[in-house]
């Protein structure tokens, strides 16, 4: 259960110093309404800082979620994780794949990812970690809005994503169907939306919501988890919305890493 009145942050992290490609996401709720904001910006100081800063200041955040790589310590992470492994094995020809810490660009995102945990900690009232599975003391996770998405969907290969337009291909089948709704209506019961998610279309608000929407998965806590102690988590929706095809390739996966490789949070 979670407080009547609230709201939970999602920021899509991008790398760029030059286009608004980042985008920070504060989904709110009422015991009758829920909406959100979205503000975009650079990956450059102090207009990261000062986005992040319109959108935390005065909010007590229940859980905030980053679409970049994470661990515990906030440092550079420079391997291929189990998170990664779990998430591409068998899954990659249906729903994509993560990025990998260990690349170049990995790298990169998660130094904007860290930089973002940083602000938002600075300026931004963020409850303790209640969740199983946590990396720091405040409520702080990982979301991969490709993955998210896709591990809800019946079959993702008839949609014919490609690349450069998965997340977002992914993103309108489940709003036109009413799926993003649902999940909201099942994490916070018997609200009205002040918007329709088929209104968001620009794919770094898209994205950003969608790590809104993972943070307030474990906000209710129910969610699922994929990952390990050393090099962090990714989270996944709540198990009985994963498509049971999804999950049993995730359980294969789980199969070959260490145990709790696939954690059902709480």
């Known amino acids: 259960m979670v407080a009547t009145d609230g709201a939970v942050i999602g920021i899509d992290v991008g790398c760029s110093p030059t286009r608004r490609s980042s985008a920070i996401c504060r989904l709110n709720w009422t015991a009758s309404l829920v909406s959100w904001e979205i503000n975009r910006f650079r990956a450059s100081e102090p207009e990261r800082e000062q986005a992040i800063f319109k959108s935390v200041s005065g909010h007590q955040i229940t859980v905030a979620a980053f679409d970049g790589p994470l661990r515990r310590g906030f440092d550079i992470i420079g391997r291929y994780r189990t998170a990664e492994r779990m998430l591409t094995r068998r899954l990659r020809p249906l729903i994509g794949k993560p ?12 130094h904007h990812s860290n930089e973002c945990v940083r602000h938002v900690v600075t300026h931004g009232n963020v409850q303790d970690a209640q969740h199983s ?60 939306l002040s918007t329709d998610p088929n209104d968001i279309v620009n794919h770094d608000d898209r994205a950003a919501f969608v790590c809104a929407l993972t943070a307030l998965c474990v906000a209710v806590g129910d969610f699922v988890a994929v990952g390990d102690d050393i090099d962090g988590w990714i989270v996944l929706p ?14 294969q996966n789980a199969n070959e890493e260490a145990a709790g490789a696939l954690h059902i949070g709480s």
């Not at 990025?99 to 998660?110: E, Y």
């Not at 809800?152 to 169907?177: C, K, N």
């Not at 049971?244 to 995730?250: I, K, N, R």
Request: hydrophobic share 45%; net charge neutral; aromatic share 6%.
């Open 99 to 110: 990025g990998q810490s260990s690349a170049p660009i990995g790298k990169s995102l998660n």
């Open 133 to 192: 599975v946590a990396i720091d003391s405040k409520a702080l996770v990982e979301a991969f809005p490709s993955s998210f998405l896709g591990l809800m969907i019946g079959d993702p290969v008839a949609l014919a994503a490609r690349r450069g337009d998965r997340s977002d291909t992914f993103f309108r089948h489940l709003a036109a169907i009413g799926c993003l709704e649902s999940l909201i209506e099942y994490c916070l019961p018997g609200r009205q």
């Open 238 to 251: 709540p198990g009985r919305l994963i498509q049971p095809a999804q999950w049993d390739l995730l359980s």
